[in-house]
């Protein structure tokens, strides 16, 4: 008596190769070294023109500033803060991304963050640098801001360490400080790539120092990579706990839309959903310019998208929580904040962010908008729009209104603080040029991990 065995075949799912073209080692050593090593565009000459005069606009601007003192802001007796710590919260915000592709993707093994998180990381220092000008220079007399710092000085002083301001030093500069080591440390085996294809002395010298005379030795590696694996261990809490911090400066207070404890899971949403919308805003830029479509590819950028829209649902609800708890808590001053942001003098702010934050995020849901270019591309300026928006609300909108209807004032800001916010981008993109010429924009130690022919079982492999 026979028997017979019925098969059922299952189809095989190909996921799309994270960098297209198969090309070999060489090829992408050849690809991202050349933007390095080729003669400067012309066009990267006005586009540091460009951005320089901003930065530069910024530093003539913060002298006047130290000079004539913060009067020059639209800071009134209500809103003591403006666009200053506006512009410190977003630009927080923005350096999330970096860390996250970087720390958090490596310790859960996602490959695909090879292609992007080298100039996600370089994001995240300028982003960084742009913050921390604002405290610096908000604190009014800047030529004590030394105090800020937990060292002794000529008056026996030490820092109050309940202040918030004192948490933001400690958190954004450790924070700068290990995404500095993390982001160096990723760059060796390509600095010395780059100083054995160096042409000229200077050039060979330079990259030779920096490289810390890394040759590939088995041992290397083995070094490498547990400093690597260290760092992002140590990154990955900085990434909760940087915008926790930050948003304690508002949480400790007792003002109405301030004084709430959703602030930090909110804000580190927020902060992850304003960095991405970033980095796919550099990305498309980026591929486009120097032709990396090959490792770039609509798949990473496809991949953001899903995060930015789980991240802007999570901003969304803490938007309705934060109406539910003012409702259901029954405080008047509370209640009377949130309606007053939804439709008071500026409901057309907090129209502003929900529209950029709520719905603009919802187009994600169709594959094919997902991965539309131009589509993902406006989706993510507008994500940023609506994210400065929000911390404009934040912080503006709880303090026009407080305690007292005496009080009451329209926040206005002058051309001081807006060629401030303006210079600041100037600030940003300089750096970001400067490492686009300079610096290998893609990993390429990374890169080559993830092709097939890294795998030593790969056919062809052992070649």
Request: aromatic letters at 16%; proline letters at 5%; glycine letters at 8%.
């Amino acid at each position: 008596m026979s028997t017979s065995v019925k098969t059922i075949d299952t189809p095989v799912l190909h996921e799309e190769p994270l960098i297209r073209g198969n090309p070999t080692f060489d090829a992408v050593t050849e690809k991202i070294s050349a933007i390095a090593e080729a003669k400067t565009p012309k066009m990267w000459y006005v586009a540091i023109g460009i951005s320089s005069s901003l930065m530069l606009m910024l530093f003539a601007m913060i002298l006047y500033l130290i000079w004539e003192g913060i009067g020059i802001w639209g800071l009134n007796i209500p809103v003591g803060w403006g666009w200053a710590i506006v512009n410190f919260v977003f630009w927080v915000g923005i350096g999330h991304a970096g860390t996250l592709i970087s720390a958090i993707l490596f310790l859960f093994r996602q490959k695909w963050r090879t292609s992007i998180n080298r100039f996600a990381e370089a994001m995240t220092l300028f982003a960084v640098i742009c913050a921390l000008i604002f405290p610096g220079i908000h604190v009014g007399r800047i030529w004590v801001a030394y105090w800020m710092i937990p060292l002794p000085n000529q008056m026996v002083m030490w820092p109050n360490f309940r202040s918030p301001l004192l948490w933001d030093i400690f958190a954004v500069g450790t924070y700068f400080t290990v995404s500095l080591l993390f982001w160096y440390t990723g760059l060796i085996p390509d600095l010395a790539t780059m100083r054995d294809r160096a042409k000229t002395k200077i050039r060979k010298l330079i990259l030779g120092i920096f490289s810390l005379g890394w040759r590939g030795g088995n041992r290397q590696w083995q070094h490498y990579e547990m400093a690597y694996l260290l760092l992002a261990g140590l990154s990955t809490p900085l990434v909760l706990s940087v915008h926790s911090v930050v948003s304690t400066d508002f949480a400790t207070s007792v003002i109405p839309g301030w004084h709430t404890t959703i602030f930090p899971p909110y804000f580190v949403a927020g902060a992850i959903f304003s960095g991405f919308a970033m980095v796919s805003t550099l990305a498309i830029i980026t591929r486009k310019i120097y032709g990396l479509e090959n490792f770039i590819t609509v798949n990473h950028l496809e991949k953001m998208n899903k995060i930015m829209l789980v991240t802007g649902m999570m901003v969304g609800y803490a938007y309705g929580c934060e109406f539910f708890i003012a409702w259901y808590g029954g405080n008047d001053y509370e209640r009377f904040a949130f309606i007053n942001r939804a439709f008071g003098p500026y409901a057309w702010a907090y129209w502003t962010m929900i529209s950029c934050n709520v719905l603009v995020p919802q187009i994600f849901w169709s594959k094919k908008l997902r991965t539309s270019i131009p589509v993902m591309f406006i989706a993510a300026l507008l994500i940023n729009v609506g994210m400065w928006f929000e911390r404009f609300v934040i912080v503006v909108s709880s303090l026009h209104r407080d305690f007292l209807p005496s009080s009451w004032d329209y926040y206005t800001p002058t051309v001081f603080d807006i060629g401030m916010f303006v210079g600041s981008f100037g600030l940003f993109f300089t750096l970001f040029l400067v490492f686009l010429r300079f610096v290998p924009i893609i990993a390429m130690s990374e890169v080559k991990g993830v092709l097939p022919q890294a795998d030593s079982h790969h056919e062809g492999g052992h070649q």
